[in-house]
């Protein structure tokens, strides 16, 4: 199990409820409760945490994971950081 180290989970914050987050596991869980009553639990992938809301996780699940490398990919065809024309 990953720990996250405590200088990375004193500035962490839950994107819904803005309130501290504390390690419980494999996962990050909210010091407070969100709108629902209930504590917002976000994993922990190979050491990073997750921190989307909880409806944005399945739009997340289904994108293709190249797209997260298009930005690396375009910034190695284009070093000077201009956009391409």
Same mark, same amino acid.
């Given at each position: ?9 004193? /500035?962490?914050?839950?994107? /819904? ?6 390690? @419980?596991?494999? @996962?990050? /869980? ?7 009553? @209930? ?5 922990? @992938?190979?050491?990073? !945490?997750?921190?989307? !809301?909880?409806?944005?996780? !399945? ?27």
């Amino acid at each position: 199990m990953p720990k996250i180290s405590p200088e990375l989970l004193s /500035v962490l914050r839950c994107p /819904v409820t803005g309130s501290a987050l504390v390690q @419980e596991g494999e @996962e990050l /869980v909210t010091a407070t409760a969100g709108g629902n009553g @209930e504590k917002l639990r976000y994993t922990i @992938e190979d050491g990073i !945490p997750l921190l989307l !809301p909880p409806e944005l996780l !399945p739009a997340a699940a289904a994108a293709p994971s190249d797209q997260h490398d298009a930005g690396k990919r375009a910034a190695r065809h284009n070093p000077a950081g201009h956009a391409a024309t």
